[in-house]
Nanobody, 126 residues
Framework: QVQLVESGGGLVQAGGSLRLSCAAS????????LGWFRQTPGAEREFVAA????????SYADSVKGRFTISRDNAKNTLYLQMNSLKPEGTAVYYC???????????????????WGQGTQVTVSS
């Protein structure tokens, strides 16, 4: 079992920045491939970014590329998402996700993750 707890969401003006954190427990953090997703009411969960267990491979949705940065600190069992130049369409509940793996790959589909956090709300005002 893996427990994930997101934090760092809030209200920010367009063009501003936020840093989301996701604290993990229950399993060796370095054996997890990790990702961030977001969801708005009535929509499917959307891929945002992913990172391999070593942190040497990342992937981003085209809509956030160049503005968001995913990173991980295996010593602190924490995943991060630095979000810059936020846009109103970035308003959503953001979820972190984890999948145990033996492979140094990234996972970009929601179906590829077994464990999910409870989500943190990000609201970007125009």
């Amino acid at each position: 079992q893996v427990q994930l707890v997101e934090s760092g969401g809030g209200l920010v003006q367009a063009g501003g920045s936020l840093r989301l954190s996701c604290a993990a427990s229950g399993r060796t953090f370095s054996s997890l491939t990790l990702g961030w997703f977001r969801q708005t009411p009535g929509a499917e969960r959307e891929f945002v970014a992913a990172i391999s267990w070593l942190g040497d491979s990342t992937s981003y949705a085209d809509s956030v590329k160049g503005r968001f940065t995913i990173s991980r600190d295996n010593a602190k069992n924490t995943l991060y998402l630095q979000m810059n130049s936020l846009k109103p369409e970035g308003t959503a509940v953001y979820y972190c996700a984890a999948q145990p793996t033996f492979y140094a790959t990234v996972v970009v589909t929601a179906e590829g993750y077994r464990y999910w956090g409870q989500g943190t709300q990000v609201t970007v005002s125009s």
